[in-house]
């Protein structure tokens, strides 16, 4: 990973670790599994598997994709959003995980 990547992973367990709840940092998915989210959070009963990513608006990907599509505000992270879902959900529910994405927009 990078820097700025670790480094909001770190805040927001702290985040969660401060609000009273229980996390843990790159929990693999299962027992077999050499996968891992970035962030457990436990809310009640519910257990959330975070993936946290960063997009940039002006990436190569983003950038030759608007061309056909008009560009819209966040529409990095929204694409972001989209395939760290189509990835990584079916295996997080299986694993007993709500996926939740974590995505935000560099500049």
Known sequence: MNRRHDSIAIFLDN?????????QREPPLHEDSRRRGDLEV??????????????HPSAPSV??????APATAFLASKRRET???????DEAK???FCFWPFVLDST
């Open 15 to 23: 985040f969660v670790f401060n609000a009273g709840l229980y996390s």
């Open 42 to 55: 436990h809310l009640g009963l519910n257990r959330y598997l975070v993936d946290i990513s960063i997009a």
């Open 63 to 68: 950038v030759q994709s608007s061309a056909s």
């Open 83 to 89: 395939l760290k879902i189509s990835k990584y959900d």
């Open 94 to 96: 299986a694993a007993g």
